[in-house]
């Protein structure tokens, strides 16, 4: 079953003035403008600088018992490449998975998404479609409720090649 | 008589004659035209990002267009000149030039990725072949193998005899034993092949799935004539086209010429609605994959048996073995199971023809985040075949793809795809 | 480009109370990169591109996908909710330009 809505679109929505953008900042704390010139969640940066800026200087432990992280071994293009991350966890009030952080080492961009749950998301279970530069470690980085910190990595090979590219 | 996936059946003898001149009704950058800069070179006018270069000097699939193969040159190894091999490597590797590793694996963790269209080099130096064999190999295969799918890069002047002469070097020094695979996706043999998109009809997976509701719009709307496609094909496009798509390409007689359902909404739209539809627009694209989509899971069904059809078949056919461009190749040379077909060129698997390759055209291209039809396809190859494009409506096209077609019947339609 | 900010939401057709249910959304967006000029210096302008996505069930919010320039083209997202009551479930796709994308989907139980 797919469900679907068609909202103003942007222009239209611009049109309505302030109200819509004042709707805007009241539920996520952000002007249009303001947007513009926050500091953004991603940056042009190295995965180094990348990981110190999310994570500090905080021990990231091995979460392969408990993460797993679906991607191709080889991504057929860069443009599109489906990841799917799921964490084995209660998902309770008292335990659950407060964020699943996606990171590709080699992207200009390197901090992908940074997934925020509530328990009632049932499970730990995302996925996303996402950009690869080059061949290169996409990791999956899991913050848990108590602040424990989890990693695994894969290495993806993007291809090229034939008549089409 | 039927062409059913068999790929040595005999059909007429093609005949060129009577074919109507065609003017393209396509968008300005598929029409394969040409403007002339204002330094008087020829520059090709294309799609945003595809390269202008012109490859005039070489033969094209215009039916008018009687030039064969450049013809085989048969060459010395200069003498004077220090091969390389380590120039012979990256030259090997470049992707400027073939590159070789694209047909050809040899050792390295940094070749990737390697292709098996062509044999594997590994160990070619253990054969102890003289120079003067590989140059002339390199330089124009042609002189020992006439029938080969190797480019003639020499002669075509891709490659400089300096060039050539450091690959040659680099070749021998290619000896065995050669070090065991770390890494089973290096080696095309052992290589996984691609998974694909899933599921080309969910519309959370295809972007294409919802473009195409565009053509609802389309279709129900009032054109310059006052008209809709809604007025005469009533009870909506589900009901009205179903089917209808499984027998295109076919041969109309209004138009003297094989169609497809792309280049007869060129036609079809302006006499009816009044609207303009010309190939390779947002309009026709979108319309086309409205249409097509109303006989998703019906079995392709174009005609092959009518005299108009059998003709156009046979030069169809012509089409598709026909060496053309730079490269010297034609489709048949990586497309059938007696070529490349299942192997890999680059990174990329060939496709197998006779396995049928139309029925989930238009198709979204994510690479490129794009609709593409068959014709858009055509238009792509000729660019690493190094071979100026013909417009995106040419009659050659629609009967090479009525060739590719004759191999999806009987497999049903399911519009649009999702392919890299 | 007309068809910015269409959205397609895939739930299963089935429910039942208590199920953990997977979610497939899907936004038309060009999600713009980052352009460098021809000595390789990245062009300063803004770049229009989904930076944030909130799920609401039952007016609560469940998850937020803070995004960037390395997500994918007509952006593919998914997640789960636990289904304990009817009601709506909202995907709301924010982009960096003040453009606002939703779509929704009626929880019911059979």
């Keep these: 079953m797919s469900d679907r809505t068609r909202i103003p679109r942007r222009q239209a929505l611009m049109a309505l003035g302030a109200l819509a953008a004042g709707a805007a900042a009241g539920r996520f704390g952000v002007t249009d403008a303001h947007a513009q010139s926050a500091p953004t969640f991603g940056q042009n940066e190295s995965v180094q600088d990348a990981m110190k800026r999310l994570f500090g200087g905080k021990t990231i432990k091995d979460g392969s018992a408990v993460i797993k992280l679906d991607i191709p071994l080889i991504a057929e293009n860069g443009s599109v490449v489906p990841v799917a991350v799921s964490v084995d966890s209660p998902m309770t009030t008292s335990s659950y998975v407060k964020y699943i952080y996606i990171v590709a080492d080699k992207n200009r961009i390197p901090v992908v998404t940074r997934v925020t749950l509530a328990p009632e998301a049932g499970k730990a279970s995302v996925g996303a479609n996402i950009r690869l530069g080059e061949t290169g470690e996409v990791r999956a980085i899991v913050e848990q409720s108590d602040g424990t910190l989890l990693q695994v990595a894969r290495d993806v090979k993007v291809t090229v090649g034939g008549c089409g590219g | ?420 | 480009m007309s068809d910015i900010g269409k959205v397609r939401l895939r739930i299963p057709s089935t429910i039942k109370p208590g199920d953990v249910v997977q979610v497939r959304s899907l936004v038309i967006h060009p999600m713009e990169r980052i352009e460098r000029d021809a000595q390789g210096k990245i062009i300063q302008k803004t770049y229009n591109y989904i930076n944030k996505v909130t799920v609401t069930y039952l007016g609560k919010t469940i998850a937020v996908f803070d995004t960037t320039q390395s997500v994918s083209e007509n952006p593919f997202f998914s997640f789960t909710f636990k289904a304990t009551d009817p009601g709506q479930l909202k995907v709301e796709f924010l982009d960096t330009t003040g453009g606002r994308y939703e779509g929704t989907a009626d929880i019911k139980f059979s």
């Excluded at chain 2, 009044?274 to 989509?293: C, E, F, H, I, P």
């Excluded at chain 2, 000729?382 to 060739?403: F, H, K, Q, R, V």
């Design chain 2, 1 to 420: 008589m039927l062409v059913a996936g068999c790929a040595g059946t005999s059909l007429d003898a093609p005949d060129y004659r009577g074919i109507p001149k065609w003017t393209s009704r396509a968008t300005p950058e598929a029409r394969g035209d040409f403007r002339t800069s204002a330094d008087g070179t020829r520059v090709a006018v294309r799609y945003p990002g595809w390269i202008t270069r012109d490859f005039d000097r070489y033969p094209t699939y215009a039916y008018g267009d009687e030039r064969i193969d450049p013809p085989v040159q048969r060459v010395t190894m200069p003498a004077g000149v220090a091969g390389d091999a380590q120039k012979g490597r990256a030259l090997f590797l470049s992707r400027s030039k073939g590159p070789c590793i694209g047909c050809h694996l040899v050792p390295g963790d940094d070749v990737w990725p390697a292709g098996n269209a062509g044999p594997d080099q590994s160990t070619i130096g253990d054969r102890k072949l003289p120079d003067q064999y590989l140059y002339q190999v390199i330089w124009d295969a042609r002189a020992y193998f006439p029938k080969t799918m190797m480019p003639p890069w020499g002669t075509v002047g891709v490659l400089s005899p300096e060039e050539v002469v450091h690959i040659v070097a680099y070749l021998q020094t290619l000896k065995g034993p050669v070090a065991p695979e770390k890494d089973r996706e290096r080696n095309p043999v052992t290589r996984p092949k691609p998974a694909g998109f899933g599921d080309n009809l969910d519309p959370t997976n295809n972007p294409a799935v919802v473009l195409a509701d565009d053509g609802e719009a389309l279709w129900s709307a009032r054109g310059p004539s006052g008209k809709a496609c809604a007025d005469c094909h009533e009870g909506g496009a589900a009901r009205a086209m179903r089917g209808v798509a499984t027998r295109y390409p076919k041969f109309l007689k209004a138009y003297e010429r094989v169609m497809s359902v792309e280049d007869f909404l060129e036609v079809h739209a302006p006499e009816t609605t009044g609207r303009t539809m010309a190939s390779q627009s947002a309009d026709n694209l979108d319309m086309t994959m409205y249409v097509k989509r109303a006989s998703n899971g019906l079995p392709v069904s174009v005609d092959v048996t009518s005299p108009e059809a059998r003709a156009a078949l046979a030069r169809g056919k012509v089409t598709f073995y026909r060496k053309v461009g730079e490269r010297n190749h034609s489709c048949a040379d990586c497309h059938t199971r007696e070529t490349a077909a299942g192997k890999f060129l680059g990174g990329r698997v060939l496709a197998d023809v006779t396995a049928g390759l139309t029925r989930h055209f238009p198709t979204w291209r994510t690479d490129r985040a794009e609709v593409w039809d068959m014709r858009k396809r055509f238009q792509w190859c000729m660019t690493p075949l190094g071979m100026n494009m013909l417009a995106a409506d040419s009659i050659e096209y629609a009967e090479l793809e009525l060739y590719l077609t004759a191999f999806d019947n009987g497999k049903p339609v399911s519009v649009p795809g999702i392919r890299h």
